[in-house]
């Protein structure tokens, strides 16, 4: 245990003299973490908005008052019908524009949403923020509520697909890369002749970025809840307990990774093949699974960032119990002996 222990120090050393290494372990979750929640954002602001209304109405103008008393959308002016709004839309002096047909017969009206829809997935927001904003009195019976996140922010979204792909990037890229390292310096073969065990070793030289792994899951879990302001509305103890076994299944597919990679450029190039480009586009990170064609659901199937980020956002967003994503946790609990199984076989047959 105390040759154990040493061989963890010396690992960390190591790590900690790396100046580099700690800047991008440290460094790149805070940038993301800024970029997603302020920058990057999908937030609706400042819509541009026409109204069209043929006949002046009460329930028009209650509309048009609502809507530019929110921080959401911009009066832009009137249209006298759809044509010319969708004429000023198309050249760029509009975004949207809510047209309003009175109903004789009844004293509510119907309200048509006229959006640029160029980018089909702002248009629909505008849309859906156009709706909340004005079901607010039951403006011409419309009616929407807007459940776990009624602001609408989109760091509630972000925060827990950050987390997935920094864990992910952090404990497998890192680990496998670090193993090689070792091999192309030929120190590897020093360390396997020593009186420790190999796959203690290689353990050994894991453990530091465990460490490291959930002091990057601390820092990412106080800027979402204190500077995000994204909310933890689950249970702390289930989030932190889904995620250690999602960073040990991180390090294992590391492990696998440096005992198939001979050079760190290959680890380098199959850790962003196989974790960087599937994470972001195949996870649900920043589309939905469920809107991609089936061969690509099928491929996203085998991503284990998916379930974890689907099990973030229930635990921290929606507030749900473990019972709620036992499906997730157990597949992540699967793929982690899947992938230790095969490292450690793939380590013992290239010690053979």
Known sequence: MKQFALFVI??????VRDKRTMLILFGMPTVMMLLFGFAISTDVKNVRTLIVATQPDRQMQQAADRLSASTYFTMV?????SSEAERLIRSGRADMAIV???NPTSPQGRFLFMTDG???NMAQQWATYAQQVMAGRQTAGVSTKMLYNPQMKSAYNFVPAIMGMLLMLVCAMMTSVSIVREKERGTMEVLLVSPV??????IAKAVPYLVLAFAILIIILLMARHVLGVPIAG?????VAVSIVYILLA????LLISCVAKTQLVALLASAMLLLMPVVMLSGMLFPVESMPRVLQWIAAVIPPRYYIDAMRKLM???AGIADIAREAGILVGMTILFLIAALAKFNSRLD
Not at 197 to 202: D, H, T
């Open 10 to 15: 010396k690992e960390a050393r190591h790590i």
């Open 77 to 81: 002016g009137t249209a006298a019908s």
């Open 100 to 102: 309003y047909h009175r």
């Open 118 to 120: 160029a980018d089909p």
């Open 197 to 202: 065990r190999p796959l203690v070793v290689v």
């Open 235 to 239: 249970s702390l103890f289930w989030i």
């Open 251 to 254: 390090l294992s597919l590391g």
């Open 317 to 319: 967003i929606m507030g």
